[in-house]
């Protein structure tokens, strides 16, 4: 069975424009949540979705937003983005108590 | 203070040694606790999970909590090469909105020589 896949793996981006990310969690998985995680840290959360309702949300700006489709594949937007916005977005998927994590996307705002 | 303390390291240790990883935390709620081994640049993989107190044996990995001291630990034996990566604890409450929010600890870096 396939893991939990994310796409892009990489993205180059400038200050200000807008990012979305993909998620695809592994199959029979309701459950998604995205982690923040800079270079030297560890991963931060960021939200987590389950049967397409967010269920938490971490100390994030309003810029950041997400949301689950009806395949429980899910979408991290950030608007506006900020040099500090650099980092590896990390999503991942759950059907109970244990996450299992994707790859990540690799961010560089420049 | 953050809620999961864990030494960053890094950490060199030869070839065969057993290695020592620990975490400390100071919310009384979480309930269940996690070990993730991640390599450069890829995505935290589960080691070990752990629900409450006691002790979880896998293999050459031991996975230790002591929630009355709030103390994590993760035991490496006979240490081999390709367990050179950063060793991640995550730690979860329980109860409908905490699944799926996990608090890490900063990550401890391990080197194993040859």
């Known amino acids: 069975d396939a893991g939990v896949t994310q796409s892009p793996t990489h993205l180059i981006k400038t200050r200000g424009q807008h990012v979305t990310l993909r998620c695809s969690p592994i199959s029979g998985h309701k459950s998604v949540s995205w982690y923040q995680q800079v270079l030297g840290q560890g991963p931060q959360f960021i939200f987590q979705?389950?049967?397409?309702?967010?269920?938490g949300r971490g100390n994030f700006p309003d810029r950041f937003s997400a949301r689950q489709f009806p395949n429980y594949s899910s979408e991290l937007n950030v608007n506006a983005l900020l040099l500090g916005d650099s980092a590896l977005y990390l999503c991942?998927?759950?059907?109970?108590?244990?996450?299992?994590f994707g790859s990540g996307t690799q961010l560089s705002v420049l | 203070q953050k809620e999961v303390e864990q030494d960053p390291g890094p950490l060199s240790v030869p070839e065969g040694a057993i290695v020592s990883l620990n975490c400390t935390y100071s919310n009384s709620a979480f309930q269940y606790f996690m070990w993730y081994r991640q390599y450069s640049r890829k995505g935290p993989e589960l080691l070990m999970y752990?629900?409450?107190?006691g002790n979880k044996e896998d293999g050459r990995f031991t996975a230790q909590v002591d929630k009355s001291s709030k103390y994590i630990s993760l035991f490496i034996r006979d240490s081999q090469p390709s367990d050179s990566a950063t060793y991640l604890c995550a730690m979860m409450s329980a109860g409908g909105t905490s699944y799926g929010k996990l608090t890490f600890g900063q990550g401890t870096i391990l080197t194993v020589h040859p």
């Open positions: 991942a998927s759950s059907s109970a108590t244990k996450l299992f």
């Open positions: 979705y389950y049967e397409k309702e967010e269920r």
């Open positions: 752990t629900y409450s107190s």
